[in-house]
């Protein structure tokens, strides 16, 4: 029944083979989504030939530089989508910053610069994003984002990226609600902790998995594709009456209370 065929899909936040989104995008494929990806350009290119390398085999149509701080790669990633699908169903953001300083030690002491870094990367690009792929979604669409626990409780080390994502879930449902009417469908997922680049930042990340795998429900944490399959889910019809919500991939962590 899950079946995205005829879909366009964009996916934002590979890095490697441990991205989450790397896990979303291979489910993506296996339900027949056409897939476009983006890249955090950087000076050498190091980024561009792993994530091409790594997608390369699910022939994604569209494959383009977009860093979330630069506004023009962001609009001609929007250009290139009008003009090779002339319309958009799926936006996955599965991306995130902070300074590594502000992933450890006292919350506070971030500094301002690093707030704003943490906020404008990893939240305000969400809003971005669906702002310019709002007049795309012109069957309806549905768009996905990434959270984590940390929003809605204090976890040691998350500290400036807690308050992000409690803004991203915050713009979830700020954005379900303008987006509504236009059958736009908003969603988060907050996933259990996973050893991604990106995790490996926020201090004591590994005690993080160990304490998951001896509480949760499901004594172990989840992986990138059970991940990817909530998100094929949320970007199916299958889910057609669901937006505005976070949904828990965490074997069950969150509903603990010791
Ligand atoms: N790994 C976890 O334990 C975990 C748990 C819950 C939520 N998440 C969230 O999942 C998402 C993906 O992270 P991940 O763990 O897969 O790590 P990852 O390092 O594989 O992915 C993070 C991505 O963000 C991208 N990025 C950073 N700055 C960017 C910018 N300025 N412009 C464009 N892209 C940029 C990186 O290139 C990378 O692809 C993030 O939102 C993260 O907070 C992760």
């Known amino acids: 029944m899950l079946n995205l065929s005829g879909k366009n899909a964009l996916v934002t936040g590979i890095a490697n083979s441990r991205s989450i989104a790397w896990g979303i995008t291979q489910q993506l494929h296996a339900a027949g989504a056409n897939l476009g990806v983006t890249y955090l350009p950087d000076d050498k290119g190091k980024f561009e030939k792993k994530v091409l390398e790594l997608v390369e085999p699910l022939e994604p149509s569209l494959f383009l530089p977009c860093n979330v701080e630069n506004e023009e790669q962001i609009q001609a990633t929007f250009d290139a989508i009008q003009q090779k699908w002339g319309k958009l169903d799926i936006l996955i953001h599965c991306l995130a910053f902070a300074n590594k300083e502000d992933l450890s030690g006292d919350f506070s002491q971030t500094s301002r610069l690093g707030f704003n870094k943490a906020l404008e990367v990893s939240t305000y690009s969400l809003i971005q994003l669906s702002g310019a792929a709002k007049p795309l979604m012109t069957e309806g669409g549905s768009i996905l984002t990434l959270s984590y626990l940390g929003a809605v409780r204090a976890i040691p ?102």
């Open 157 to 258: 080390n998350y500290n400036v990226m807690g308050v992000a994502k409690a803004g991203l879930e915050a713009s979830v449902r700020y954005l379900a609600a303008e987006l509504g009417p236009q059958n736009i469908r908003v969603n988060g997922i907050s996933a259990g902790p996973i050893r991604t680049l990106a995790s490996s930042a926020v201090g004591g990340i590994l005690d993080m998995i160990h304490h998951v795998e001896q509480v949760a429900p499901l004594k172990r944490t989840v992986t990138q594709l059970e991940v990817g399959s909530a998100a094929a889910f949320l970007c199916s019809d299958l889910s057609s009456g669901i937006t505005g919500q976070i949904l828990y991939v965490d074997a069950g962590y969150e509903i603990m209370g010791m």
